[in-house]
């Protein structure tokens, strides 16, 4: 299964597999694990050549889809999340993989961006913020896992 | 996160420095409601030293500001720039939050 949005371009790593010159870490699903993993993201990127801007929506993008496993994939359970980022082709890819509950994006409603105050429900962005931060989301579940990819193509500014 | 409080006639001026993320969104929530408890319902959120919001902060600010409302109070949010800014443009926030250039441009419309 997979879900993602405006999504073009090409991704010819596996889920799961190493990228090149990449990194990978794993850490409990907690939320304290976040500065860690967005430490190690940014990191990468800087080497991979992104520039400020698109490092910190990629780090926003992260803590957002990072609370979601937290939060719905280990609801009862203690688990780990496993990030791993580098280039694949021209795009630079940010992997997230769990083993928790499976994730349906499909079932996030919309958020009602034009409500009033009084009728805006509290919560329901993380998933809507991530899609418009990076050029692609894509989440797939395979062999009991779940895999999100936050993908930006043309990680060093090329033109397309 | 930091967050530092100011009267200014009446009017508290919350200044919050840093990043209100999934972290530190609870420190914000439970600032706003010690300050609602103790009757302070006319506030001026200062995010001119904010860096970095997340839907964990903008949940808890949207939360503190229905909160504020139903009081009778006020929330007005003042300095509001860059990635934040363009946050709560992206969510739609800058159309249900009161949005002011400087502190004193939102004391200036309490």
Request: proline letters at 4%.
């Amino acid at each position: 299964m997979i879900a993602s949005t405006r999504r073009s371009g090409r991704c010819d790593v596996a889920p799961g597999r190493a990228f090149a010159n990449g990194t990978s870490i794993t850490r409990p699903a907690v939320l304290a694990s976040l500065p860690d993993l967005q430490d190690e993201m940014a990191s990468c990127a800087a080497r991979h050549g992104l520039d400020a801007q698109r490092i910190a929506n990629l780090t926003l993008a992260l803590e957002e889809v990072f609370v979601n496993i937290c939060r719905y994939a280990y609801p009862e359970v203690d688990g780990t999340a496993t990030l791993s980022c580098g280039c694949s082709g021209d795009q630079f890819v940010v992997e997230l993989v769990d083993h928790g509950q499976p994730f349906d994006p499909a079932s996030v409603p919309e958020p009602e961006l034009g409500a009033e105050l009084d009728a805006r429900p509290v919560g329901g962005l993380g998933w809507f913020l991530a899609q418009r931060l990076v050029d692609a989301l894509e989440y797939r579940r395979d062999d009991g896992r779940n895999l999100i990819r936050l993908i930006i193509h043309h990680p060093q500014g090329q033109p397309t | 996160m930091n967050i530092q409080f100011r009267d200014s006639a009446g009017v508290t001026v919350v200044a919050v420095a840093g990043k209100l993320d999934a972290l530190t969104a609870a420190d914000y929530e439970t600032t706003m409601k010690a300050l609602l408890a103790d009757g302070k319902t006319r506030c001026v959120v200062d995010f001119s030293e904010l860096t970095y919001i997340s839907s964990a902060g903008l949940r808890v600010l949207l939360a503190a500001a229905k909160s504020t409302k139903a009081a009778g109070g006020e929330t007005r949010f003042a300095g509001v720039t860059g990635n934040v800014l363009a946050v709560i443009e992206m969510t739609g926030f800058n159309s249900i939050l009161s949005l002011h250039d400087s502190v004193d441009a939102a004391l200036g419309a309490m």
